[in-house]
């Protein structure tokens, strides 16, 4: 079974956390012992030994300034501030609306290569037409009770996504075909979403595999989105957050994934055939 993201976030949040208790022990400290000499309250070492709070910057050095363990102080506040990132509440992402969000993504994508998208129950953002992403963006800014700048946020998509028409690019997309009836907006915005896959399909640098609901499921089941970008760096989607994995084992994991994943879609007249007859089972 394939590594909880979320999971993997906080194991990554548990060994600092395991690294500073082992510092305060060799240090022969006790928790109290420890909180008065960095000036807190005994409960927040505890806190920070089972990871239940992340240290800051700050607390790290005055943990090894405690215990005399400063040259460790730098390793550690790298190795935290990776875990932090590792896991990103949306809630924090679309503080500055959900436009700023999809903007935030442009300089990356112009340098990433090689895009591998999978997705269980949308279009990809790379291939979805303006009516579909305003309605989704916008259903995401209410369930998020945020201000809904979903028709902005969608112009945006759509403007950073013509990143597939640029050279040096390649995209490997596959869409379980549960996707093409999950309906976004009207009727006729899905329509035209789906008219947009026909043509995206068939672009060079495009290759759109449709996983046939169907298919007998001997090595996967639907996963969560996520998106793998040149080979170092994954980024899955959840309800709550969005994780962001670049150990080399987590992404040979979802890379592994994606191959059986993409080993059960169908391509090309095929992958057509069931994109036109979602169309027609709008009518």
């Given at each position: 079974m394939p590594i909880s993201p979320s999971s993997s976030a906080q194991a990554a949040r548990e060994t600092v956390a395991g690294r500073l208790r082992d510092i305060r022990k060799s240090a022969g400290l006790t928790v109290t012992e420890l909180a008065d000499r960095c000036g807190w309250h005994h409960a927040k070492t505890s806190r920070v030994e089972n990871a239940?709070?992340?240290?800051?910057?700050?607390?790290?050095?005055?943990w090894c300034g405690a215990c005399d363990a400063v040259d460790q102080a730098a390793?550690?506040?790298?190795?935290?501030?990776?875990a932090e990132?590792?896991?990103s509440e949306w809630r924090h992402q679309v503080r500055s609306g959900l436009k700023q969000l999809q903007d935030s993504w442009v300089h990356f994508f112009h340098e990433t290569q090689l895009f591998r998208v999978y997705s269980a129950t949308l279009i990809p953002g790379l291939l979805q037409a303006e009516g579909y992403a305003s309605a989704l963006l916008s259903l995401i800014a209410d369930f998020r009770e945020i201000p809904d700048d979903g028709e902005a946020a969608a112009t945006a998509r759509v403007e950073r996504s013509k990143v597939i028409h640029e050279p040096g690019h390649r995209f490997v997309l596959l869409v379980e075909e549960a996707a093409l009836y999950y309906q976004l907006g009207e009727a006729e915005a899905m329509a035209?979403?789906?008219?947009?896959?026909l043509t995206a399909g068939a672009l060079p640098a495009v290759s759109l595999g449709i996983i046939?609901?169907?298919t007998p499921r001997r090595s996967h089941w639907p996963l969560e989105t996520f998106h793998v970008y040149d080979d170092?760096?994954?980024?899955v989607?959840?309800?709550?957050?969005?994780v962001n994995l670049t150990q080399p084992s987590e992404v040979a994991l979802y890379l592994k994934a994606f191959e059986e994943l993409r080993g059960m879609a169908v391509?090309?007249?095929a992958a057509r055939s069931l994109i036109v007859k979602a169309i027609e089972a709008l009518h």
């Open positions: 239940r709070t992340a240290p800051s910057a700050k607390d790290i050095h005055l390793g550690l506040i790298a190795q935290s501030l990776n990132s590792m896991y035209a979403q789906l008219g947009q896959l046939p609901a169907a170092t760096f994954v980024s989607e959840l309800l709550s957050a969005q391509y090309g007249a």
